[in-house]
């Protein structure tokens, strides 16, 4: 039996019960081995549909080049490209920008033109911004 043919099995099992865990890691441990086709194969098969720790390792393995790429590529963007790259809600990529725009201003690199978008945005960022601010003014008190 081969390493696809064993998962499938497993997965038909666990599709009428629940995942063993060891079965699970067993599985997983076994998905690098498996050619490009197997694995797009077992993606879209209906006994995986609900294995979403199988399906997220899957697609891990099959794009990690891809997701490794665009999340440097965000990091090595200079700030206003970033900012406008965060603007473009069709870029596909806002979550990222987001992170990397708050980790810049957790960083103290360009405060203010990131304070300045954020305030800007969704009501969740706003409030992350005022939060941000209020514990900046509580470190300038203690210091004082």
């Known amino acids: 039996m081969t390493d696809y043919e064993y998962i499938l099995q497993q997965a038909k099992k666990a599709h009428y019960s629940k995942w063993n865990d060891e079965e699970l ?30 399906r997220e390792c899957i697609f891990n393995i099959l794009y990690k080049d891809k997701i490794g790429k ?28 987001r992170v990397e725009l708050k980790e810049r201003y957790k960083a103290g690199r360009d405060m203010e033109e990131i304070a300045e978008i954020l305030a800007k945005s969704n ?18 008190l203690k210091s004082n």
């Open 70 to 97: 665009r999340e440097e590529r965000i990091k090595n963007l200079e700030t206003n490209a970033l900012i406008a790259e965060f603007q473009d809600k069709n870029s596909g990529n806002v979550a990222l920008c």
């Open 123 to 140: 009501k969740s960022d706003q409030a992350w911004l005022e939060k941000q601010q209020k514990k900046s003014k509580e470190g300038e």
């Open 25 to 54: 890691r067993k599985c997983v441990d076994m998905l690098p081995n498996l050619s490009r086709q197997e694995l797009i194969t077992l993606t879209l098969n209906k006994w995986t549909k609900e294995a979403k720790v199988l």
